[in-house]
């Protein structure tokens, strides 16, 4: 049974942080891409970042670079996103998700987790 948990959103000022985590289970972990997707209201889903199987490339949304930070812990099978300097508009779902290919246009990964609110206020 594949699974992805997300956890570690919630309510945050601008200019704060949040460090969220999504614990997997179910496939082997290391061999797939991870990524953090979010949607917010009314909006289509966005690639926020991804990170390759031991950590070794990462890639951001332009609009998130220099203030999140994904990274992955195989042997926990956890990835993360630190975001820090949290802006309104970075007030989303977060997702996670797994795939064992790199893509970030079209969103078609093979598994993804619930996903946790993420709310910035002004």
């Known amino acids: 049974q594949v699974q992805l948990a997300e956890s570690g959103g919630g309510l945050v000022q601008a200019g704060g942080s949040l460090r969220l985590s999504c614990a997997a289970s179910?496939?082997?972990?290391?061999?797939?891409?991870m990524y953090w997707v979010r949607q917010a209201p009314g909006t289509e889903r966005e690639f926020v970042a991804s990170?390759?199987?031991?950590?070794?490339?990462?890639s951001y949304k332009d609009s998130v670079k220099g203030r999140f930070t994904i990274s992955r812990d195989n042997a926990k099978n956890t990835v993360y996103l630190q975001m820090n300097s949290l802006k309104p508009e970075d007030t989303a779902v977060y997702y996670c998700?797994?795939?064992?290919?790199?893509?970030?246009?079209?969103?078609?990964?093979?598994?993804w987790g619930q996903g946790t609110q993420v709310t910035v206020s002004s």
């Open positions: 179910g496939f082997t972990f290391s061999t797939y891409w």
């Open positions: 998700a797994a795939d064992r290919a790199y893509r970030r246009s079209s969103l078609t990964y093979e598994y």
């Open positions: 990170i390759k199987y031991s950590g070794t490339y990462t």
